[in-house]
């Protein structure tokens, strides 16, 4: 059973000194989205959605949309790219002014047809849930900076200011767009591990300065 964890340490196990990365393009999941996450409706349905289908795609031999070139997997992790309205992600005490795009990573094979019969799937075991807002992209983020995170999601500014600082002393500079914004990882289940213990993959894009 493949895992992008293991297989991809580079991406998903980076160490708590930040460090350079080129990050190839992958196929997600995603749905957008406003609103502080620890309280938003809308962000956790949007979560439950991600899942959802996720694991439609992961059990599709038994529903029988499987593709040729299907391998067995284990569903990554989940991601979110951050910001708010005047851009880049600065302060980070009001939660409730996030704009999120929330991310699960799906195997390559997965096509926009394999997507559309997961939510067929997936809307007639949860009829409940509104799928439009669930889209099917390919994401290449290219030159980043990244560093692990531990700790509490609240305490994650102090990591943010080094790696930012990292970036400038490296000779680069950060490069936030429409398309590359302050990107986490989340590899612990906050139902299930110690706040303290939490770990947080931290990525920042990022370019040559001038």
Same mark, same amino acid.
Do not use: W
């Given at each position: 059973m493949k895992d992008f964890k293991k297989s991809q340490k580079n991406l998903y196990m980076p160490a708590r000194t930040p460090a350079l990365i080129e990050v190839p393009e992958m196929v997600f999941i995603v749905i957008d989205?406003?609103?502080?996450?620890?309280?938003?409706?809308?962000?956790?349905?949007?979560?439950?959605?991600?899942?959802?289908?996720?694991?439609?795609?992961? /059990? &599709?031999?038994?529903?029988?949309?499987?593709?040729?070139?299907?391998?067995?997997?284990?569903?990554? !992790?989940l991601e979110g790219l951050w910001w708010l309205p005047q851009g880049e992600l600065g302060d980070l005490t009001d939660k409730s002014l996030f704009h999120w795009r929330s991310m699960l990573r799906q195997p390559e094979f997965v096509t926009e047809t394999m997507f559309a019969q997961?939510?067929?799937?997936?809307?007639?075991?949860?009829?409940?849930?509104?799928?439009? !807002?669930?889209?099917?992209?390919?994401?290449?983020?290219?030159?980043?900076?990244?560093?692990?995170?531990?700790? &509490?999601?609240?305490?994650?500014?102090?990591?943010?200011? /080094?790696?930012?600082?990292?970036?400038?002393?490296?000779?680069?500079? !950060?490069?936030?767009?429409?398309?590359?914004?302050?990107?986490?990882?989340?590899?612990?289940?906050?139902?299930?591990?110690a706040v303290e213990k939490r770990k947080t993959v931290i990525r920042h894009p990022m370019r040559k300065k001038g």
């Open positions: 989205g406003v609103g502080d996450p620890n309280t938003s409706e809308a962000y956790s349905q949007a979560v439950e959605i991600l899942y959802g289908l996720s694991y439609a795609i992961k /059990m &599709s031999p038994k529903s029988g949309f499987a593709p040729e070139d299907y391998y067995d997997y284990v569903v990554p !992790p997961a939510k067929e799937v997936l809307s007639k075991k949860k009829p409940r849930l509104d799928l439009s !807002p669930a889209m099917l992209i390919k994401y290449a983020e290219g030159l980043c900076a990244q560093v692990m995170h531990i700790g &509490s999601y609240d305490t994650e500014a102090e990591t943010i200011a /080094m790696l930012d600082a990292y970036i400038r002393e490296s000779g680069f500079q !950060p490069d936030f767009s429409e398309q590359r914004r302050h990107h986490e990882i989340y590899l612990s289940d906050p139902r299930k591990t």
